[in-house]
């Protein structure tokens, strides 16, 4: 006695594969929007915030005028050059600077 066997064709599929729920689209917006940020920074806008400060570090500089840091850094540093600001503190790149008293 021979035993044969029944082939059955099932398509299964899979759910995973065909829902993208996990997923979001990234060409939608999640509602936030983030702070424009410049390149260019405006020397009496500067000036004026780190006059208002007791000492101001190149990232406090940066996010009180809406710049990138690296545009705050060069700032600070030729204003350092030029004699308008001196560093007080601060190590490894984090100095603290403060306005020369005239």
Known sequence: MAATKKT??????NPAKDSKKGK???????????AEIT?????QQAMKVIQN????????LARQ????ISAANAF???ALVKG????VGGY???????????
């Not at 005028?65 to 990138?68: P, S």
């Open 92 to 102: 490894s790149g984090h100095y603290l600077y403060q306005v020369v008293s005239s």
């Open 65 to 68: 005028t809406g710049v990138k």
């Open 76 to 78: 600070l540093k030729e």
């Open 39 to 43: 390149v260019m920074l405006n020397e």
């Open 24 to 34: 979001k689209d990234k060409g939608e917006s999640s509602g936030v929007r983030k």
């Open 8 to 13: 059955t064709n099932v398509t299964k599929s």
């Open 53 to 60: 400060s007791k000492v101001v570090t190149v990232q406090d």
């Open 84 to 87: 308008t600001v001196k560093k």
